[in-house]
């Protein structure tokens, strides 16, 4: 069974830094895309940056381009999400998500069904 738990939340006051991690396990970690998701209050969940299953193709929001990186350490089944120049608008829960089919780049985001249970992000001064 896959398991995920994210990490690394918290607060942060504008123009700051935070870094998430997601710990997976349950399955062969790098045989599967991997992404980043947030929900604000009334809002839908919205996919915030994805990376491949090699880690060679990674895919980002317009409104964190720039600002925000992607990465996988596969000899620790982790995920990172490092959040560099930070917006109020970045306040929500992040979600780490994986896929249900091995070896693809992680672009489709229907292929995302296993969920970790979320970490809050605040930003505000």
């Known amino acids: 069974q896959v398991h995920l738990v994210e990490s690394g939340g918290g607060f942060a006051q504008p123009g700051g830094s935070l870094r998430l991690s997601c710990s997976a396990s349950?399955?062969?970690?790098?045989?599967?895309?991997m992404g980043w998701f947030r929900q604000a209050p009334g809002k839908e969940r919205e996919s915030v940056s994805r990376?491949?299953?090699?880690?060679?193709?990674?895919y980002y929001a317009d409104s964190v381009k720039g600002r925000f990186s992607i990465s996988r350490d596969n000899a620790k089944n982790t995920l990172y999400l490092q959040m560099n120049s930070l917006e109020p608008e970045d306040t929500a829960v992040y979600y780490c998500?994986?896929?249900?089919?091995?070896?693809?780049?992680?672009?489709?985001?229907?292929?995302?069904?296993?969920w970790g249970q979320g970490t809050q992000v605040t930003v505000s001064s």
């Open positions: 998500g994986t896929t249900n089919r091995r070896y693809t780049t992680g672009q489709n985001e229907n292929e995302y069904v296993y």
């Open positions: 349950g399955r062969t970690f790098f045989h599967y895309a």
């Open positions: 990376i491949s299953w090699s880690g060679a193709t990674t």
